[in-house]
């Protein structure tokens, strides 16, 4: 299995940009897909998560201003960033855990840039 995450970049503050993150792999059987950032300095920290049936969860910072969904078709988790500000300027992580036929697996992407500056 393997998660390939894009969309990353720089931005202004105000802007918006939406981050992929697709996993790769036959009969996938997908749990949970997440988000998390790293910003210069700081631990990593969850943004937002996506459970398979269940409800999403966001970190307060972004809440009302990041978007989770998925595509279950395509295992594609994305993030929709809008009213971005230059404290969200991190490396963004996608991860996913679940079943791989008969075998459970939890991944990693492999982090994508977000540079919110004027």
């Avoid at 631990?43 to 809440?63: F, H, I, N, W």
Wanted: contains cysteine.
């Amino acid at each position: 299995v393997q998660l390939q995450a894009s969309g990353g970049g720089l931005v202004q503050p105000g802007g918006s940009l939406r981050l992929s993150c697709a996993a790769s792999g036959s009969a996938l059987s997908i749990n949970v897909m997440k988000w998390y950032r790293q910003a210069p300095g700081k631990q990593r920290e969850l943004v937002a998560v996506m459970p398979t049936g269940g409800s999403t969860k966001y970190v307060d910072s972004v809440k009302g201003r990041f978007t989770i969904s998925r595509d279950n078709a395509k295992n594609t988790v994305y993030l929709q960033m809008n009213s971005l500000q230059p404290e969200d300027t991190a490396v963004y992580y996608c991860y996913a855990d679940g079943w791989y036929g008969t075998r459970w697996f939890d991944h990693w992407g492999q982090g994508t840039l977000v540079t919110v500056s004027s």
